[in-house]
């Protein structure tokens, strides 16, 4: 069974920093893609950030140039730094793992960012 689990989260003010982690158990096949996903309050869950099993990265425009994503195949986790958060960033952090044809997500990790 995959679980994915995420952790890092907390309670921060605007411009500091955060750096999520996704730890991945039960896949002895790796991951494909991964990728982190949010949603806020009252809003529909959207995409932040993927990378490929080889190092190929996207972000959301809205991120660009503050979050990094990068993984660990070695370790089967995956990882967020946020920099210069903003009052907007406040969400629920969610990874995904894409094994095959399976996605699987984590249970989510809460990031508020206070003005």
């Known amino acids: 069974q995959v679980q994915l689990v995420e952790s890092g989260g907390g309670l921060v003010q605007a411009g500091e920093s955060l750096r999520l982690s996704c730890a991945a158990s039960?896949?002895?096949?790796?991951?494909?893609?991964m990728n982190w996903f949010r949603q806020a309050p009252g809003k529909q869950r959207e995409w932040v950030a993927g990378?490929?099993?080889?190092?190929?990265?996207a972000y959301a425009e809205s991120v660009k140039g503050r979050f990094t994503i990068s993984r660990d195949n070695a370790k089967n986790a995956m990882y967020l730094q946020m920099n210069s958060l903003k009052p907007e960033d406040t969400a629920v952090y969610y990874c995904?793992?894409?094994?095959?044809?399976?996605?699987?997500w984590g249970q989510g990790t809460q990031v508020t960012v206070s003005s």
């Open positions: 995904k793992g894409t094994v095959g044809l399976h996605d699987y």
């Open positions: 990378v490929s099993s080889v190092g190929v990265t």
């Open positions: 039960g896949s002895t096949f790796g991951f494909n893609t």
